[in-house]
Every structure is written in C-alpha cells, then in structure tokens.
C-alpha cells in the first residue's frame, strides 16, 4: 500500500553540522511533498515543501531534494543550531483532497553540543 | 493572527464519558482535519472535511464524529470514551495543496 517512511527514526548531529533527514515514499502519483518540524508539547509547523515537477528548493538554512527516480526526499539543514532539536515528519499529498495527505512516522533530531 | 485554536490544551476522561473537542481557524480555509498522534505512529488521520458542510472519514475514523457547520469551527467528539483513544489530538487547516497549519494539541487521557 501507500506509505511514507524515514530512514532513521533517530539522528544525532554535532552543533554547526548539517544534517540530512531522509525520507521514502511509495506512491509515484504524489505530486507534492511536505517537512514539518514538531517540537516538544507542540503542534507540526510547516518549513518547506517541493511540487513533483522541481527536485531542489530552498529556503533559510534548508533545502528540500526531490528524487523521483528512486521516490526519495530528503531535507538539509545547514550549520544545524540547539533550535532544530525536534522531530521532522515528512508528508507526501496525493491530490488536492484532505484525506490525501499521508504522514511518516517522523525522525527525532537532536544537537551535540 | 490565532491560526488554528484548539480547546482544551489536556483533559482526563472517564471511560464512557462523551467529550467534544474544539477547534476553531481565523485564515478561513477551506480543508479542515483531526489527527491523532500516538508515539511511533506520527499522525493519523481521523476525520477530514474539504469545506463546509462536508465530511469525510480518514484512516482510523471509529469512535470519533465531526461536524462543519461553518468554515471556521470544526469540533471532534467522542460518544463514549474508550482508553484507546488516549492520546494527543491535533486539528488543522489548509487551503488547496498547501501546507496544513497546526493547532497545539489536546493531550486526552481516558481512564
């Protein structure tokens, strides 16, 4: 069936690093991707998403890589400060609908001071 | 700006006992959802609603009703609390392919 999965459910990164949080999905008609972060007694919060017809698109400090070939998409961070310890959950879209918006199960990001 | 406002912030339930969860949205969008989020599941999809008026059932939609009279109110209720549904629900709201705004959560407890 459809699903989305990450990698690494765990990722530890010295403080200034990068980090790359990966992210394979399944279904090939997805045509939009999406990474939140969720932090600790909070909600998801959106930072960037990527339609099926670009493989890279930036933001501030992150970057979203789409490869179709291999139905895979990845999120960088760059010189990865204490705030980005969360969680980050990747979410492919089928359509437009509510219903088609499919979860992983999320991969906790935390910082080596 | 609210976003997405979610009451109660956490509750303890008695099993049996009917509960309805708020949520309410100022960015007048048109898609509205429930989640819930158990550890090392991510987030379910329990209801959804394309605009007002309409529902739909999302994966694990048993136990749980909602209704959308309006386009800014969407609550989640629970005709008799079971403790399998303790957990931490979340609302949101999208409008189009775009990405979802997240209320803060109810951390539900049913004993």
């Known amino acids: 069936g459809e699903s989305v999965g990450l990698h690494l459910p765990t990722l530890s990164v010295q403080e200034g690093d990068n980090s790359i949080i990966n992210c394979a999905y399944s279904?090939?008609?997805?045509?939009?991707f999406i990474w939140y972060k969720q932090e600790s007694g909070k909600g998801p919060q959106f930072i960037i998403d990527i339609r099926s017809n670009m493989d890279k698109r930036q933001g501030q400090r992150v970057t979203v890589l789409l490869n179709k070939t291999v139905k895979h998409l990845s999120l960088q961070i760059a010189a990865t400060q204490p705030g980005d310890s969360a969680v980050y959950f990747c979410a492919e879209c089928l359509g437009s609908s509510a219903s088609k918006i499919i979860f992983g199960s999320g991969t906790r990001l935390s910082i080596r001071p | 700006i609210a976003g997405i406002t979610q009451a109660p912030t956490s509750q303890i339930l008695a099993a049996g006992r009917r509960m309805t969860l708020r949520c309410t949205q100022d960015?007048?969008?048109?898609?509205m959802y429930w989640y819930r989020q158990d550890l090392g599941l991510g987030l379910r999809l329990i209801h959804y609603?394309?605009?007002?008026?309409?529902?739909g059932k999302g994966e694990v939609p048993d136990g749980y009703s909602v209704s959308r009279a309006n386009t800014d109110d969407f609550p989640l209720t629970l005709a008799s609390a079971v403790p399998s549904q303790t957990s931490v629900y979340f609302c949101?709201?999208?409008?189009?392919?775009?990405?979802?705004?997240f209320g803060q959560g109810t951390r539900l407890t049913v004993v």
């Open positions: 949101a709201s999208s409008e189009g392919q775009r990405e979802a705004f």
């Open positions: 960015m007048r969008h048109n898609a």
């Open positions: 279904n090939s008609a997805s045509d939009y």
């Open positions: 609603s394309n605009t007002a008026g309409t529902t």
